[in-house]
């Protein structure tokens, strides 16, 4: 989800009823601040890096340039998906270290 506050984000991380709400890519607009939110059910990584990697793809759509890949090697889309699971990790690892 990408979400807009007008005050900047105080917290990265924020405890919600069903898990927590994970905030990233907080960026200055003219109305204030825009930035993504995603829901993750605990803080361990794996758990954080599926959640940002859920805001870009779906799982079906994930399996789908997994298969491609596997199937037909290297592509435009292999490479942006690649890209994406490294800002997932450094989004999670950002998280937990603070």
């Not at 069903?18 to 803080?43: C, N, P, R, T």
């Not at 779906?58 to 399996?63: A, P, R, T, Y």
Request: aromatic share 10%.
């Amino acid at each position: 989800m990408i979400a807009l506050s007008t005050e900047y984000p105080a917290q990265i991380v924020q405890k919600r009823q069903k898990g927590y709400a994970i905030i990233f890519d907080i960026e200055e607009i003219d109305e204030g601040f825009q930035y993504k939110e995603v829901l993750a059910a605990s803080m361990d990584a794996p758990v954080l890096e599926s959640a940002v990697l859920r805001h870009y793809y779906s799982q079906d759509d994930e399996l789908r340039i997994i298969n491609d890949y596997l199937v037909n090697g290297s592509s435009d889309e292999w490479l942006e998906y690649q890209k994406t699971r490294t800002k997932a990790k450094l989004v999670s690892e950002g998280i937990i270290s603070g």
